[in-house]
């Protein structure tokens, strides 16, 4: 069975500043695919990024940026030039790439707070 | 073009009472999730719909939950007779083939 792990519950980070939030997911197959979804006070799951696990060039969208490890099972998500608007829950989630409509296993979420 | 609408955004009842959610997808996504969300976790799913078509109920609670999806279009969540345990937040999501999942607000429960 595949499991995702997010080891950091909370973080915080100066705006404009750098932060990197870590995930580790264990997993037998080797096509599926990885989400970083943001999920803000008002409970909508927002989708950041995506990565699919053949590509083995790192995801970017604007500030957001992963670092992709497969062989470490690893999928880090780094916010550049945070902004107070980036504080907000943000969970890491896992897709079998059997079939592409596959249900999502998510992290346990870590509570990202920017700090004026 | 509009989101995934639910509703009631705000549910709160009293335990062994009936309660009903409603989740209307994307136009055009043939594939419908119900989510449910305890407090500090990650969204679990509870049922997948492929079309009018339950293709993954295996964490569907069946003694007291069941959902529908008439016409392959929106969707409903009951629970019935709901206990304190189902406090929670019901998301509903939906795709289409190339499997990105869009999210509703959510439908907060609280059971007293």
């Known amino acids: 069975a595949q499991t995702v792990t997010q080891s950091q519950p909370e973080m915080s980070v100066q705006e404009a500043e750098t932060v990197t939030l870590s995930c580790t997911y264990d997993?037998?197959?080797?096509?599926?695919?990885l989400f970083w979804y943001k999920q803000p006070p008002s409970r909508q799951m927002i989708l950041v990024i995506r990565q699919e696990a053949y590509k083995q060039q790192n995801a970017t969208e604007n500030r957001f940026s992963v670092n992709f490890q497969k062989a470490a099972k690893s999928f880090s998500l780094k916010i550049s030039d945070s902004q107070l608007g980036d504080t907000a829950m943000y969970f890491c989630a896992f897709m079998t790439g059997s079939g592409n409509t596959g249900k999502l296993i998510f992290g346990q979420g870590t509570t990202l707070q920017v700090k004026p | 073009e509009a989101g995934v609408v639910q509703s009631p955004r705000y549910k709160i009842i009293e335990k062994k009472q009936p309660v009903a959610f409603w989740c209307n997808p994307i136009?055009?996504?043939?594939?419908l999730y119900w989510y449910r969300q305890n407090l500090g976790q990650g969204p679990e799913l509870l049922i997948r719909?492929?079309?009018?078509?339950?293709?993954?109920d295996s964490q569907l609670p069946k003694d007291r939950f069941s959902a529908e999806r008439l016409k392959g279009v929106d969707s409903t969540l009951k629970i019935q007779p709901a206990e304190l345990g189902d406090s929670a937040v019901y998301l509903c999501?939906?795709?289409?083939?190339?499997?990105?999942?869009?999210f509703g607000a959510g439908t907060r429960l609280s059971v007293l």
């Open positions: 999501a939906s795709s289409s083939t190339w499997g990105i999942q869009y």
């Open positions: 997993t037998s197959e080797n096509n599926y695919y």
């Open positions: 719909y492929e079309n009018e078509e339950a293709v993954d």
């Open positions: 136009s055009g996504h043939n594939t």
